[in-house]
């Protein structure tokens, strides 16, 4: 099965990406923390994408593109995938529809994550990540128990450099002109079931929207 999460940065495409993750066994394929990796590891790959990602600014198609290929052809993708993250624009929607047919796949079902602008903006400036395991927190809704440590490995969390006010701003600018025609390209699309979730309350709330819409298209799913 393959899921796409679409919405705009801070919509919590991440923290509900992971719980599904660990709830229908599916890897989740996140763009964003692949090229941070890249970035952080040094690579040619880390080179190349690193001024996009630290301005706000989408990575070329191709690049991504290139690196989703290599994944969805890998074994870990082989029973299907959660997207978080792409696609981004519709070329790269239709590329990637593209690729999955060719191995006789599809997306399955389209999640998209609804959220106004203001609690996004609040949202992001608060947003703290583990450097160590990728966990999310949130110093006003996900607070870490301890000061600004890693519930699980003690690490000082840290804050992404494109979470600061100004490339908020300018990511939010890119999501609506490059990434939100997606959600026109997926609706009108007829192989996908798709879901919109009001993620604009607690993760708590977001969760059990979820979970009630994908028990609405049948899905037999364990509750938290
Ligand atoms: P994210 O962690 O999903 O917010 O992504 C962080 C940054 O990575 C974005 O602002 C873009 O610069 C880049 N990025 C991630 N995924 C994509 C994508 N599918 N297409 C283009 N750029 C991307």
Redesign the pocket.
């Known amino acids: 099965m393959n899921i796409v999460f679409l919405g705009p ?1 801070g919509a919590g ?2 923290t509900y990406a992971d719980i599904l993750s660990n709830m229908l066994k599916l890897p989740v394929i ?4 692949l ?2 990796a890249e970035i952080e590891r040094g690579t040619e790959l880390g080179k190349k ?1 690193e001024h ?2 630290k301005t ?6 191709d690049i ?1 593109i290139k690196l989703i290929e290599n994944i969805i052809d890998s074994e870990e993708a082989k029973g299907g995938v959660i997207f ?6 519709v070329a ?1 929607a239709k590329k990637l529809d593209e690729l999955l047919a060719q191995r006789g796949k599809g997306i399955d079902i389209v999640i998209e994550l609804s959220v106004p602008d203001d609690v996004i903006v609040r949202r992001l400036s608060s947003r703290r990540i583990c450097p160590k395991c990728g966990r999310i927190y949130n110093l006003i809704s996900n607070p870490p128990k301890d000061d600004e440590k890693c519930d699980f490995d003690g690490e000082k969390l840290i804050q992404r450099d ?1 979470d600061k006010p100004e490339t908020i701003r300018k ?1 939010l600018k ?1 999501y609506y002109e490059r990434s939100a025609p997606l959600v026109s390209y997926y609706k009108s699309g007829k192989a996908s079931k798709y879901l919109i979730i009001d993620t604009s309350q607690s993760v708590e709330d977001g969760y059990k929207n979820m979970i009630a819409a994908l028990k609405g298209l049948g899905f037999e799913l364990r509750t938290r």
Do not use: N
């Not at 996140?30 to 923390?33: N, Q």
């Not at 706000?56 to 198609?61: H, M």
């Not at 978080?84 to 624009?89: A, E």
């Open positions: 940065p495409k991440g996140a763009t964003g923390d090229f941070r994408v996009y990602v706000g600014e989408l990575v070329p198609d991504v978080d993250g792409f696609p981004r624009t790269q494109d990511r890119v």
